[in-house]
């Protein structure tokens, strides 16, 4: 079983490092690394007849790091913790209108769609990152593991494509491009971000606790509203 998990991550490890080649040369939103590394990982574990659950511990393993990343990003907040803090204002005004927009316009679209109440309640959470959409999403009554799976989808999609959309809006400014590559694609968006520019990268990984912290308040609040 050891030697299955190190094959997986090993697996894992070098498909990413082969999709982050291919993006510097390729540059699309069909290359991004996380989106295509992870249409790779599924297909070759497909192939290789390997199960979800013989694939986990390697999840796990590799979930860990998460922990080290995110405290790394602290790096590129602090070098560029002057410039934040001279658009602060602007900056928390966008917070906060990207956080009701995004659920607002999650609910109303799954109501508009006739989807299911839960599937309304669980989607409205799909922004902020993982841990803290498990514990929003079962004070308003969603599924967690349906949370989960939105969350990654959406982190997945906005790293995708979000830098594209912000660009056809002809919205280049960094600071902007950060916070709302951040405010709607938590962690997997920022690794995004990050590559287009330190600042961006900062910005977004403020954006990050700040609209976890933001949807954790309003959320509860807004929802029967809507």
Same mark, same amino acid.
């Given at each position: +079983?050891? #030697? ?15 999709? %982050?080649g291919l993006y510097r040369n390729?540059t699309s939103p069909f290359t ?5 590394? =992870? ?5 070759? &574990? %497909? ?8 694939? /986990? ?5 590799? =979930?860990?790091? @998460?922990? $080290? ?7 590129? +907040?602090?070098?560029? %913790? ?11 005004? #966008?917070? +906060? ?31 902020? /990152? /993982? ?9 308003? #009554?969603?599924? $967690?593991?349906?949370?989960?799976? &939105? ?10 494509f979000g830098s594209l959309l912000? /660009? ?18 938590? #962690? ?25 912290? @933001? =949807? ?8 029967? @509203?809507?």
């Amino acid at each position: +079983m050891a #030697g299955l998990t190190l094959f997986n991550i090993s697996l894992t490890i070098l498909i990413y490092i082969g999709a %982050r080649g291919l993006y510097r040369n390729i540059t699309s939103p069909f290359t991004t690394p996380v989106l295509l590394a =992870t249409i790779i990982v599924i297909i070759v &574990l %497909r192939a290789a007849d390997i199960t979800y659950v013989e694939y /986990t511990p390697a999840k796990e393993s590799l =979930t860990y790091l @998460l922990g $080290p990343a995110t405290v790394a990003l602290a790096v590129p +907040m602090y070098k560029n %913790r002057l410039v934040i803090k001279e658009k602060g204002l602007q900056v928390l005004s #966008g917070l +906060m209108l990207g956080c009701f927009a995004t659920i607002a316009s999650a609910i109303w679209i799954s109501k508009l769609l006739n989807f299911s109440e839960i599937i309304q309640r669980t989607s409205a959470v799909k922004a902020v /990152t /993982t841990p803290v959409a498990i514990e929003i999403v079962t004070i308003i #009554g969603g599924d $967690p593991s349906l949370a989960a799976v &939105l969350v990654i989808t959406a982190g997945i999609f906005g790293a995708a494509f979000g830098s594209l959309l912000l /660009t056809l809006f002809k919205i280049h400014d960094p600071i902007s491009r950060g916070l709302g590559i951040g405010t709607v694609s938590h #962690g997997i968006g920022t690794s995004q971000a990050a590559a287009e520019g330190t600042l961006q990268g900062a910005v977004s990984s403020v954006a990050i606790g700040a609209a976890a912290i @933001l =949807t954790s308040i309003i959320l509860p609040i807004i929802y029967n @509203l809507l």
